[in-house]
């Protein structure tokens, strides 16, 4: 068995495990701070890559497609809107409907879909797909789960799934981890989805039953509107308002900023989040290797007296410094890594941390510069003694 | 005459910061070869005078010059330079570095003053095998008895052969037996390398053994002559 005290310039195995310490603290704040980004800016960029369009009133859907019911002659008279490449008529509903006006950050929607169309979404042409199969051309009774959807509750595909009280649907896929909106999707046929709404909603029934000359094509709580290459969204979802009476047409450039406004206050934390980290990570590192230096002022008291002048000193220590700083910020990185990942594993599908390897990169940076500047300074104290005076002080 | 050292003074601060007057206006020659012995009671300024011809400790008035070099003059690096090359100490508590093997502690003499490591390592092993401790050469100080501690000390003191080395108590923690292999060799040193040797003791032995005794009280020198054996 490797004795790990024999890999680290000896008198430092504490020295190192206060940085890794440090370390993980920093690195573990960060990777929520990044998980928390990430989510936003897959959000911002799902409302940015496509033109969301509901029909006129107050909404009988949810998410991106809150609008009233968008009938299927609509969908065509957007399709003819010069500049539009491609228009998908979607149901959009949230999985349990008493919950969804609260968590609206968090919650599980229901997406119903027609594979025969392409995804509208410029960012999300194709959603990557870890277990099955995306859904077919033709496909009932089959749903694709996003990746936090699955874990929480431990599909698979080839497993089954009750998305309303009677109705079972077979797992064909499990999406991999977008970590955003997609990942707590259940993603259904559209005619499938049109379905599950007419069960949950009676008013619906009876207007579609009654006299209101609706069919099964009119059931779209929304559609999402591709351009064409070269065309400014904004522009054309202004066009489509002014061209088609009737609609709730988002504007991407708009609702990105909407939706920034609305996440400003996360954007905060996560500043606060990355200041807490640097300034409690730096402050371990920073005060372990200058305590550590100085813990040794006998032996570079000693050295001096051997004869070791200021820059021999201060190379010798910086090299101990870097190696001490590295095999401290590893250690603190697999530290960080092993308690994310048992955290993340605990079953309810929520990940909670992103560990991105910019963030690793500058984490390992950070501890080594840190770890650098403090030795440095602790160095220039201890060369301004007489050799005498370090080697009375540290005895 | 190897060391000429003129008016050394020094004052420390007390904890109150007031002055604590340590030496004044000590006079010392050494020749080469020669080994001095510098006695007296507790708190007279025996180390400290140590000390300052070490170039341990800046001196507050006073000049002192190694051969024809104002040494007392130099700056920091250079002074550096000189302790690498031309001072070899031992103290009492050995200062050895626990880090470091025995091996290792008498290396780092040659490290500083950029001697090839194949001649200072084989230069080591055989005065490690002299002293007698060249089979605990991996052992770590904490391993080793005050003896063998001192006898590496001493090693490491002596390793880049220079021509002064100073020993400040270098017998007070040991037995009389290992005292004795201590200051023979430090003999040896002036007899057969024409090394000068300064040596603080207490022992009357010591003393005795030495060419002249200094005699220090309350910072001042009271003689400097020839009641040690030539």
């Known amino acids: ?395 | 005459m190897l060391v000429r050292a003129h008016g050394l003074s020094k004052t420390f601060r007390g904890p109150d910061g007031s002055p604590v007057p340590v030496l004044h206006g000590v006079d010392v020659d050494v020749k080469a070869g020669e080994c001095v012995a510098v006695a007296g009671p507790s708190g007279c300024g025996k180390s400290t005078l140590l000390n300052l011809l070490g170039l341990l400790e800046p001196l507050d008035a006073g000049e002192i010059w190694l051969d024809d070099v104002c040494v007392s003059r130099l700056s920091r690096g250079a002074q550096c330079r000189v302790r690498g090359r031309s001072i070899g100490y031992i103290f009492q508590s050995f200062l050895l570095i626990a880090g470091l093997t025995a091996l290792e502690n008498v290396l780092l003499a040659a490290r500083y003053v950029g001697r090839p490591r194949p001649e200072a390592l084989a230069e080591a092993r055989r005065l490690m095998d002299r002293l007698g401790v060249v089979h605990r050469a991996d052992h770590y100080p904490a391993q080793l008895s005050g003896g063998e501690q001192q006898r590496v000390a001493y090693c490491r003191a002596v390793l880049n052969a220079p021509p002064l080395v100073l020993a400040d108590e270098p017998t007070g923690n040991l037995d009389d037996g290992h005292a004795a292999v201590i200051l023979a060799e430090l003999r040896a040193l002036c007899r057969e390398r024409g090394t000068s040797v300064i040596l603080v003791t207490h022992r009357a032995d010591a003393a005795a053994r030495a060419d002249r005794v200094l005699r220090l009280r309350e910072g001042r020198l009271e003689s400097q002559g020839g009641d040690g054996h030539s």
């Open chain 1, 1 to 395: 068995m490797v004795d790990v005290r024999r890999l680290l310039p000896r008198g430092y195995l504490f020295t190192v495990l206060g940085i890794a310490v440090g370390v993980a603290g920093l690195v573990a704040l960060g990777a929520m701070a990044e998980r928390i980004t990430r989510f936003i800016d897959g959000g911002d960029r799902f409302v940015l890559g496509q033109i969301s369009v509901a029909g006129e009133g107050m909404g009988m859907g949810t998410g991106f497609t809150a609008g009233g019911l968008l009938r299927a002659s609509k969908i065509q008279e957007i399709a003819r809107v010069p500049g539009v490449a491609a228009v998908q008529g979607q149901v959009m509903l949230p999985l349990n409907p008493t919950t969804s006006q609260f968590l609206t950050l968090t919650q599980e929607l229901i997406l119903g879909v027609d594979p025969a169309v392409r995804m509208s979404n410029r960012e999300f042409r194709e959603l990557p797909v870890r277990d099955g199969r995306f859904l077919r051309v033709g496909d009932r009774g089959v749903v694709v789960v996003g990746a936090d959807f699955a874990a929480s509750r431990r599909l698979r595909a080839g497993g089954a799934l009750d998305l309303a009280t009677g109705r079972t649907f077979q797992v064909v896929g499990v999406l991999d981890k977008t970590l955003t909106a997609p990942d707590r999707f259940a993603i259904v046929p559209l005619d499938d989805a049109r379905d599950l709404w007419l069960r949950r909603d009676p008013l619906l029934v009876q207007v579609f039953t009654g006299a209101g000359g609706l069919g099964r094509g009119d059931l779209n709580t929304g559609a999402a509107v591709a351009w064409a290459d070269g065309v400014d969204p904004d522009a054309l979802a202004r066009r489509i308002q002014a061209e088609v009476p009737g609609l709730n047409v988002t504007i991407p450039g708009e609702l990105s900023r909407l939706l920034r406004q609305s996440t400003a206050f996360f954007s905060a934390l996560l500043f606060g989040i990355g200041v807490l980290g640097l300034v409690i990570g730096g402050l371990s590192l920073s005060n372990t290797v200058t305590a550590a230096v100085f813990e040794r002022i006998r032996d570079f008291g000693i050295k001096r007296a051997l004869g070791a002048t200021d820059g021999q000193l201060l190379r010798e220590i910086l090299g101990e410094a870097l190696g001490v700083s590295i095999s401290g910020g590893l250690l603190g990185v697999g530290l960080a890594l092993a308690v994310g990942t048992l955290v993340d594993a605990r079953g309810d599908g929520q990940q909670l941390f992103l560990f991105s390897p910019r963030l690793l990169a500058f984490a390992l940076g950070f501890a080594v510069v840190l770890g650098g500047l403090a030795a440095t300074y602790a160095t220039l104290r201890i060369v301004r003694l007489s050799p005498a005076e370090a080697i009375r002080r540290g005895a």
